[in-house]
DNA sequence: CTACATACCGACCAAGCGGTTTGTAAATGA
DNA sequence: TCATTTACAAACCGCTTGGTCGGTATGTAG
């Protein structure tokens, strides 16, 4: 039997979640968000007991399934060089200028909350570690066919870095330009992960 | 003959950069300020017109020289690859757990206020895009010790990324541990742009 | 029919924000 | 010496913020 109220907060949820990852969470006004669900604000307090909490919930109902679910083709398939490189080169073709200048929300909360507040920090943390892992025992997978040198957490590290710098440095621009030749950049270093 | 308020004035900048590189623009209060300098309002809004410029003065007057100060060594000397790596390696071993985390203020600021103020954005894209001109063309006086497939321009915003990316990353983290995989994972990358 | 929980409304609150205004002591130029 | 500007001090203002609280309509179970 589904609540009746599930829906109310679903909304909330999915509302905040686009204000959080236009605006950050402190930019985020809960006026804003109550306008937009056109609830009082007894509704959101009931189903929420502050903004933290509320946050929260977004990050673990909203943006921890988006974000496994973006980067699972990247992690998956035979040959997890060609995976990787075809994830970033679709984001090039798919994701607008917009949805790049906005940037990834964990990489956004992670500067703005980490020095702020424990519990996104740790969440935050987690999911990274998480796809640290994904990326990398992918990698060891076919270890065979990669340069022997390779430390595979460091390249994961390294390939998630140059993602969020690439995003963070096109937020200036304004445009996927700089963007796009930073992926590229990256492309070409994930084909040199191969055995020459 | 220097006007007696310029110690003021320079109080105020000093301070406000120094909170504003630890807590971001926004996050940042006037009344904090004005505690530390021990100053009143009167003194600040007689010195600055409003907060946004008071912002703009501390980019353009402490931060974008201090900038440049630092970058420096990364841009001189007769081995350009050289000169990177040492520069990359020297923050790992002069930079504090807590520099690392509060991150570089420039990267700091394109996230917060890109988005938001068009003149903070603008200020950032030209630091950015100088940084990545000195980065370039000091590679291009060596080209011919560099590979022949390097696309300079391209090379250097990929390298800016990563560190702001490395930067981004340790903030969830907390440590230097992150930040020193990824830089160690950059400096090999620097080095293989050399002709092997 | 009664009793109680759920789901929500909307007025209200204290605190903090950036900014304005009025006042004044000190420095400066004529 | 006197008029004027400089360099502040401090009270004050409107506004927004997250958060609280008393009230209420709608179920729902006994």
Redesign the pocket.
Known sequence: MV???E???QKILEISADEIRKHGFTA?????ILKRC??????L???F????ELGYAVFEEIYTPEFLAMWQPAVSGNDPIESLVDFFQSMLTNLSCEDIVCGCPLNNLCQEMSGIDEGFRLRILNMQQQLNSLIATNLVRVSSQLRDDINFQQVAYFIISCFYGASNLSKGSKNKDLFSQVINELCAYIYHLRKQ
Chains 1, 2 share one sequence.
């Open positions: 609540k009746v109220s829906h109310t907060r985020t006004s809960l006026s804003v056109d609830i009082s604000k007894g509704a307090y009931h189903h007991t502050n903004k933290l």
